[in-house]
């Protein structure tokens, strides 16, 4: 049974830092790829952040700069660093991973800026 497990959020001021971590467990199997996403309320959850085997990274233009992704394959888990953040960064961030053929969800961790 795979599953994620999401820590590291809270509440942060404006400009703060906050940094999240995602632990898969429960397969052998190495993940292609392994993301952020965010849901804001009264929004749509969003990707923030993803990145492959190869350390390829992608994000989402409102947190490019300010964000970075990275990952562990060994340990299968990935984390994001949030500087600089922002009272619009206020949402549930739920990390993601996907095999060839499946996709997981972790519990997701709230993360609440402001002042």
């Known amino acids: 049974q795979v599953q994620l497990v999401e820590s590291g959020g809270g509440l942060v001021q404006p400009g703060g830092s906050l940094g999240l971590s995602c632990a898969a467990s429960?397969?052998?199997?190495?993940?292609?790829?392994m993301g952020w996403y965010r849901q804001a309320p009264g929004k749509l959850r969003e990707l923030v952040a993803e990145?492959?085997?190869?350390?390829?990274?992608n994000y989402a233009n409102s947190v490019k700069d300010r964000f970075t992704i990275s990952r562990d394959i060994a340990k299968n888990a990935i984390y994001l660093q949030m500087n600089s953040l922002k009272a619009e960064d206020t949402a549930v961030y739920s990390c993601?991973?996907?095999?060839?053929?499946?996709?997981?969800w972790g519990q997701g961790t709230q993360v609440t800026v402001s002042s």
């Open positions: 993601n991973a996907r095999t060839d053929s499946s996709h997981y």
């Open positions: 429960g397969t052998m199997e190495k993940f292609v790829l």
């Open positions: 990145i492959t085997n190869g350390g390829l990274a």
